[in-house]
């Protein structure tokens, strides 16, 4: 007698949901049915998203997920899953389909977080997607061109060339750096004085990259004032409008507002009443990442509530390991607990210079660049053939014909 089929539903396209679901093919599980569904119909790869924002090639950021697949014996579908009945065992997508599973792996990754600041939401630029860093990128265009036409007026020119940063977390530390310099070849081309420009870096928190170990803070903030990015710490943001945001003590005349000190689980997490949240809004999950109370749910990635949620090498590391533990619940073997994941640090600030800790050591400038980069290209390697990945980390071919984003560049 033929056995049943085991359908395993994959809910989400990032770090997370492409490691289950590849990790999963890889089991070669009898019998077993994998289905990942995503909302975007590509991969982004946000540890390079600061790079778009500044005038690089979207094409390393924007991978289509069917590229990745190809080969593979895995279905997609680009939907956005709306509900889910964990009885039942059906997830809705917003097309009105219905996901039938026997395991779920929830890979939703998380969203912006404004915290209830009046103005935010509204004025404020965004920075968790390719749609977002091709926005910021073509109002610092518009900045500059402005900045050219407005004559005399000293004023508005160092209104329109003042970039804030909110959040110094490792996406604003990058992203502030990039545009340091970046900022300053612009001034170049749209022939503006380079000493209107002022990129400035807010963090609550007493010091930058308040998550890090502080020696590796220290040295990265030095890096940032030594490329002209003035730090602010201790300066919680209250208050944002039109041309003005307010942080304590403070007020600054600017048009440019970049957000990313704010995230949280995605909406989906809160929307589900059977699942059981912490105070972050993250799903409780138990030794083996299955949502508490549950047998075939598993949660990777930002909203499973562990130690190091929130990094993409976390949700790397939590796809492999519920696929392991899907098969082993599918061929009766005895289930692995959930080991958390030694982590390292890779910040680039501005090209040719980064710092990496890897624990057992640390370095600084050219050689942490380097480091960097073939983690990238490691990364590439583990989702794509090794032409593609190598088209891709080269920013050569254009593998994103099919996706509708990058061709808008």
């Known amino acids: 007698m033929e056995k049943e089929t085991k359908k395993i539903l994959v809910v989400g396209g990032g770090f997370g949901g492409i490691s289950a679901a590849l990790a999963l093919e890889e089991e070669k599980i009898p019998n077993a049915k994998i289905l990942l569904v995503s909302d975007k119909p590509h991969f982004e790869y946000k540890p390079a998203l600061y790079r778009v924002v500044t005038g690089r090639s979207p094409l390393e950021v924007c991978i289509p997920i069917k590229e990745i697949f190809e080969k593979k014996n895995i279905a997609f579908m680009v939907d956005l899953i709306k509900s889910i009945d964990f009885l039942k065992k059906v997830a809705r997508g917003a097309s009105g389909t219905d996901y039938q599973f026997d395991y779920l792996v929830l890979a939703l990754g998380s969203e912006s977080a404004y915290f209830d600041i ?20 073509m109002h610092l265009h518009n900045l500059f061109a402005e900045c050219k036409d407005a004559k005399d007026n000293l004023d ?15 996406s604003g530390v990058e992203l502030a750096g990039e545009l340091a310099l970046f900022m300053k070849r612009l001034s170049k081309e749209y022939e503006v004085d380079q000493s209107l420009i002022s990129v400035d870096l807010i963090e609550a928190a007493p010091r930058i990259l308040p998550a890090l170990p502080e020696r590796l803070s220290i040295k990265i903030a030095h890096r940032l004032r030594h490329i002209g990015v003035n730090i602010f710490t201790n300066r919680a943001m209250t208050k944002e409008e039109m041309e003005q945001i307010s942080i304590r003590g403070m007020t600054m005349k600017t048009e440019t507002v970049i957000w990313t000190a704010g995230v949280k689980p995605n909406f989906l997490y809160k929307n589900v009443n059977s699942l059981l949240l912490d105070q972050r809004g993250r799903v409780i999950v138990d030794e083996f990442l299955r949502a508490k109370g549950f047998e075939n749910v598993f949660v990777v990635g930002d909203g499973a509530a562990t130690e190091n949620s929130g990094m993409a090498q976390t949700a790397i590391y939590d796809g492999q390991a519920v696929a392991e533990n899907i098969s082993c619940l599918i061929t009766n073997k005895p289930l692995k607990t959930y080991q958390q994941k030694r982590v390292y640090y890779a ?19 050219s050689i942490g660049w380097l480091l960097r980069k073939f983690a990238d290209f490691r990364y590439f390697l583990s989702i794509l053939p090794l032409q593609k990945a190598i088209t891709v980390f080269q920013r050569g071919k254009n593998l994103c014909d099919t996706c509708g984003i990058c061709s808008k560049s």
């Open 156 to 170: 508005k020119k160092i209104c329109l060339l003042q970039v804030v940063v909110v959040g110094a977390g490792p």
């Open 347 to 365: 910040l680039p600030v501005g090209p040719g210079w980064a710092a990496v800790s890897l624990g057992f050591a640390t370095f600084y400038g």
């Open 118 to 137: 009046p103005g935010l939401e509204k004025f404020s630029f965004g920075f968790k997607s390719i749609s977002e860093a091709m926005r910021l990128k």
